[in-house]
């Protein structure tokens, strides 16, 4: 058996948040409007969530009768399986659309349903229907892919004006795709929708990747500047040698003796720390200063040889 995907267990984690008809109806209400076909002559839902197939039946059974809704099952080519669900009769889709106030093409004729504090759970039915949301171990996105045009911006007005929550918008296929890739956002509508439990889950990886991913630019970082040290250092050694090859050593200061001949014996130390292995010791910027005369006189040097 396939583990289900974190997509299947934010929608069944919303379904196990409704305690009330008033809630279920609300829920319901949005898997109807994002439903495959939704008329009177068709009402069709295929879901590959075997809790949103077996809310959507009992709860249109609740409301037209039991056996008002044939449900069949078929398995896809990598072993998942898509459930179908349609309502036999004309008599029950009317009564259906009816009870719901939807009109020809999906069109909510009653615009005050459902009441603000329901409203998260037609969201969530919504998503029911046409919604999915990627592991966030892989991806940051989440998209509901809406059935027309005017239930996309019904939506996506919804969520801006009342929950501050700003989506966008695409065409994909002949179907509006509302969707988020802002891990924030994603988080802000799997909690407004009742799965809070997969909002920590989503939280707590995206803290862990903020993490690992700060632990590497840190490490890449210090590895760019031992590199860069490491290429300073090289040159230096260079520059001291090109001298000692010419004889200019012993023309040097005894400062810029001792300077030379600590940064040779220890080209893994940066200048901080080869500042304070001198006698006296000296500043980091005082080591810079010598080592900048020190290639100064070996760059003169190489220009003599040309």
């Known amino acids: 058996m396939n583990e289900i995907s974190f997509s299947q267990r934010v929608k069944e984690e919303i379904i196990s948040r409704i ?3 008033a809630k279920a109806d609300a829920c319901l209400y949005g898997m109807l409007l994002c439903a495959n076909s939704l008329s009177a002559d068709e009402i069709l839902l295929l879901t590959e969530s075997q809790a949103a197939a077996t809310f959507f039946r009992l709860n249109i059974e609740r409301i037209c009768g039991e056996g008002c809704v044939i449900e069949t099952e078929a398995e896809k080519s990598d072993g998942s399986v898509i459930y179908s669900l349609s309502v036999k009769n004309d008599s029950e889709r009317k009564k259906l659309l009816s009870c719901f106030s939807i009109g020809d093409e999906r069109k909510r004729l009653k615009e005050s349903y459902p009441k603000p504090s329901l409203c998260a759970y037609m969201i969530g039915g919504m998503f029911l229907s046409c919604g999915s949301v990627s592991d966030p171990n892989r991806d940051y996105r989440m998209e509901l892919s809406m059935p027309n045009l005017e239930l ?12 501050s929550l700003t989506a966008k918008i695409v065409e994909r296929k002949n179907r509006q795709v509302i969707y988020f890739k802002e891990s924030d956002n994603i988080i802000d509508m799997i909690t407004l929708m009742g799965a809070t439990s997969s909002s920590f889950d ?14 590497n630019r840190e490490v890449n970082c210090v590895n760019a500047n031992i590199e860069k040290s490491v290429r300073a250092a090289r040159r230096q050694i260079e520059d001291i040698e090109l001298i000692e090859k010419n004889g200019g050593l012993e023309a040097l200061s005894d400062e810029l003796v001792q300077t030379a ?22 500043s980091r910027s005082g080591v810079s200063h010598r080592l900048k005369k020190i290639s100064q006189l070996a760059q003169k040097i190489r220009e003599e040889e040309k």
């Not at 996309?152 to 929950?163: A, D, K, P, T």
């Not at 040779?264 to 720390?273: A, I, K, T, V, Y």
């Open 19 to 21: 305690n009330s008809s």
């Open 261 to 282: 001949r600590l940064r040779r014996e220890n080209p893994d130390l940066n200048l901080s720390e080869l500042g304070e292995i001198h006698t006296p010791p000296i």
């Open 152 to 163: 996309c911006n019904f939506l996506g007005l919804l969520l801006i004006e009342r929950y």
């Open 202 to 215: 989503f939280m707590n990886v995206k803290i862990y990747k903020d993490m690992r991913n700060k632990v």
